[in-house]
């Protein structure tokens, strides 16, 4: 029984309930069992409503949309030229990003719009952008084989960085073998610069310890400050004599983290989804033609897109109530590495100027239409080794 029908039927059975005398109690009684049985109400509820008619639901007025849909659809395409980010990421890098992609002329946006571009909340934002989100299909365990050489001669770092000068950098590897780790695939090296973000990445075929140090001689080399030390895993790729002589002889720092505690390299192990996972995914690479593709790929479209137009978040603080022993963090408003780089005062003024320059030169869409032109190639190749 719908519901109208239920308010007609109560509607025609309240005449007739209140045309009872008050001494028919068993006539009540009767009708009352009868709409019980009809409707399938509680007896009690039933009653009030043959006493008294519900009360007429009162249709609130509708609230006009605040933003147009121009403005929607405008979030959604520099949510899309961000690469789909996070909502808390997006919204305070909506002005810069909206008045870069109208000076390179792939944008325009009236007036108003623009004005409520720069006012738009984080949770309209979120509202607008939560449909969305990639998923990947093949996992794998780690990769990690334990070097022991030189264990006890590198020191152990965990705990929170105290570092805030650019130049102190996480590194490790992400493997490409697809579900299995039989025979030579590449592997990408990933450096991440703690107090920016900034982060370099390089193919390399296979991870022994030769290959390990030209891949961070290519990052370092990339880096747009000096680069002071370098904070590993466990792995044998990076615990060997090849990189302690690298170390010593670039003057660096070279530290490493304790055995199978992750957290310990938290910033480049965030890196490891961000720009390596969600850029290439799981499959198998082990030719020649990918790693030169890849290596491409790194070294010029996609370092500029990830530092310049990506933002990212740091932790401010973390509270801890002490009653129920619960964890809140409160973060940094996002920024992208490149950002950070020019509002921090370690960085000279030749180096902003440089910085500078090269952030004029780029259009982040058209990056982004070359990175994924040169991944196209790349997913050909999986279908040649498929066939």
Known sequence: M?????????????????????????????LLSDVVDIT?????????????PPPKRTIRKQRSARYSTETKQTVLLLWHAASDICAERLQP????????????????????????????????????????????IIRIGGTTKPGSLLKRQISVRYGRWDETKPGWCETDTVAHCG??????????LNLTDVATSWSEQVALMGKGERAAVTGIEDARKRLPFKLLGIDSDNGSEFINWHMARY??????????SRPYRKNDQAHVEQKNWTAIRQLVG?????????????????????RLYLNFFQPTMKVKETIKDQATGKKTKRYYQAQTPYQRLMSHKGVSDEQKAMLQSQYDSLNP???????????????????????
């Open 93 to 136: 890098f909506i002005p810069e990003l909206l008045a870069k992609l109208v000076t390179c002329g792939e944008l325009t946006v009236a007036p108003e719009t623009e004005s409520q571009l720069k006012h738009i909340s984080l949770a309209t934002v979120k509202r607008i952008v939560s449909h969305e989100k990639r998923r990947s």
């Open 179 to 188: 579900e299995t780790l039989v025979g030579t695939f590449i592997y990408s």
């Open 2 to 30: 719908s519901r109208l029908s239920r308010q007609e039927y109560l509607g025609v059975m309240r005449k007739k309930y209140k045309r009872l005398k008050k001494h028919q109690k068993k006539e009540h009684s009767q």
């Open 282 to 302: 799981y499959q198998r690479m082990d030719t020649v033609a990918q790693l030169d593709l890849l290596n491409d790929l790194y070294a010029n479209e996609w």
């Open 40 to 52: 399938g109400y509680h007896r009690t509820y039933a009653s009030v409503l043959l006493r008294s």
């Open 365 to 387: 869409l058209q990056l982004q239409r070359e990175i994924q032109r040169k991944l196209h190639k790349l997913e050909k190749t999986f279908s040649k080794i498929v066939k």
């Open 247 to 256: 170390a010593k002889k670039n003057k660096l720092t070279f530290t490493r």
